[in-house]
């Protein structure tokens, strides 16, 4: 019995582990008259990608890696002419192509809520890590996307 552990260890310790490539998770929340609303999403890194060649227009991107970023809001949410009801939502950003990008907010169950165009802004800024997050105070807003040199933002309130 004792020969038998040391083998046992040696052979455990000498075959190699796969390990799945996992993002860290990143949250962000903000504080309105009324509520909470809170985006959880993957953080994967460019590693010197460019983010240019990563997507092209007509695809849709989940926001993050590594599973569904999710919009929680206990209070309901008015982005432009869409209305978002309090409740759990799944993000995700469609490249239109020429600077344009929309913010796709589907329900847990993926149809469709609302769609809401993405400003594209200018930044100087090199953001490796995907960053959410979301600005604002009282009844308004903003959520943004950094990412690269993307940086991407839209416009809410709490009615």
């Known amino acids: 019995m004792k020969m038998l552990l040391p083998g046992a260890l040696m052979l455990i310790l000498s075959t190699p582990i796969l390990h799945a490539q996992v993002n860290p998770r990143g949250e962000t929340t903000l504080?309105?008259?009324g509520g909470?609303?809170?985006?959880?999403?993957?953080?994967?890194?460019?590693?010197?990608?460019?983010?240019?060649?990563?997507?092209?227009p007509g695809e849709t991107w989940r926001l993050g890696a590594d599973g569904d970023t999710t919009l929680k809001t206990e209070l309901g949410l008015k982005f432009g002419e869409s209305s978002v009801a309090r409740g759990t939502y799944i993000l995700r950003a469609k490249f239109l192509g020429d600077g344009k990008w929309q913010l796709q907010i589907?329900?847990?169950d993926y149809a469709k809520v609302a769609e809401v165009p993405l400003k594209l802004e200018e930044t100087t800024s090199d953001v490796d890590r995907l960053s959410l997050?979301?600005?604002?105070?009282q009844k308004a807003g903003t959520f943004k996307?950094?990412?690269g040199k993307l940086s991407l933002a839209a416009e809410f309130t709490a009615p």
């Open 31 to 33: 504080e309105l008259e």
């Open 36 to 56: 909470t609303v809170t985006i959880e999403y993957g953080r994967p890194s460019l590693k010197g990608r460019d983010i240019k060649t990563m997507i092209y």
């Open 106 to 108: 589907s329900g847990t």
């Open 133 to 137: 997050r979301l600005e604002g105070e």
């Open 145 to 147: 996307v950094l990412w």
